[in-house]
């Protein structure tokens, strides 16, 4: 799996966007942006990360893919900034991890539920 920072810059040298070019158009330095590639920066805050989205033209698996990178990249533990809104806005989803983690569920009981809200919205 790639790392935040090479995701970063394999997407941006996809999109054929020079490194200063891609952090005039973000809002951070060069510097910042080269250290952030290089792995030596954690990912930046959700605003920065939401401009790298557009301005890489990521589609929305690929975002997705981005803030869990992110999240990863941190020096603690951390959920995906896309995700805590939505976590945060709804109670029930605290009473689905309590008791996922009360009865230690397995990948086999989630990829259940994924598969079953899949099933129900495709």
Known sequence: MNSFGTFIKENRIKKQISLRAFSKRIGISPVYASSIENGTRTAPSYDILK???????????????????????????????DL?????????????????KRYNACDDDWQYFIDSLSKKYQ
């Open 51 to 81: 401009k790298m989205c557009n301005v890489l033209l990521l589609n929305k698996n690929e975002q997705e893919k981005l803030f869990d990178l992110a999240a990863k990249s941190k020096h603690v533990p951390s959920i995906a900034c």
């Open 84 to 100: 805590t809104e939505y976590v945060n806005s709804h109670e029930l989803i605290y009473e689905l991890l309590r008791t996922a």
